[in-house]
């Protein structure tokens, strides 16, 4: 099966820990993916979304100038490079997170979103359907053909009998 690193997202929008909220916001916001990567040197140590600006926009009235260190979910749940889309389904399914930092050796290399593999897998079967039935198709033909020549010989066979 298919692995994430084809169907990720490299270009991760990340911040230090010390960034402020305004400071991720208008990074998310030049960006289509919904979050920032929280990186300590090149290693993801948290991940801030939209939604967890929101909610403590309005729960809590911070301040734009509040460290994301302050509302960064951590310890994150991160996908390794060579993850099957298989497994992460299932990571996704038990986790409920949308999105998912790829790491190749504690490295951040990628961005996968729960999307992005639910499509990618529909289109694996999609493809995996269409080359079930162009084999039925061929199956068939090949069925008419041998019952055509089947019928030709056999009336042949009278013919010279």
């Known amino acids: 099966m298919a692995k994430i690193s084809k169907i990720m997202v490299t270009d991760v929008p990340t911040l230090k820990k010390d960034a402020a909220v305004s400071d991720a916001a208008k990074l998310m916001a030049s960006k289509p993916h919904g979050c920032v990567v929280v990186v300590d040197g090149k290693k993801p140590v948290g991940i801030i ?4 600006i929101i909610k403590n926009m309005v729960s809590r009235k911070i301040s734009p100038k509040e460290k994301i260190a302050n509302l960064m979910s951590a310890p994150i749940t991160s996908l390794s490079y060579d993850t099957t889309l298989e497994k992460a389904s299932k990571i996704i399914d038990t986790k409920h997170f949308r999105r998912y930092p790829v790491i190749e050796n504690e490295i951040l290399v990628g961005l996968i979103d729960e ?4 499509q ?3 289109d694996n079967i999609r493809f995996h359907r269409n080359i079930q039935n162009t084999v039925l198709v061929l199956f068939v033909i090949f069925e008419f053909l041998i019952f055509i020549l ?5 009336n042949f066979l009278k013919f010279l009998g």
Do not use: L, P, R, Y
Request: net charge negative; proline share 0%; charged share 20%.
């Open 49 to 52: 979304t939209e939604s967890d």
């Open 115 to 118: 999307h992005s593999v639910v």
């Open 120 to 122: 990618a897998i529909n």
């Open 150 to 154: 089947n019928e030709h010989v056999f």
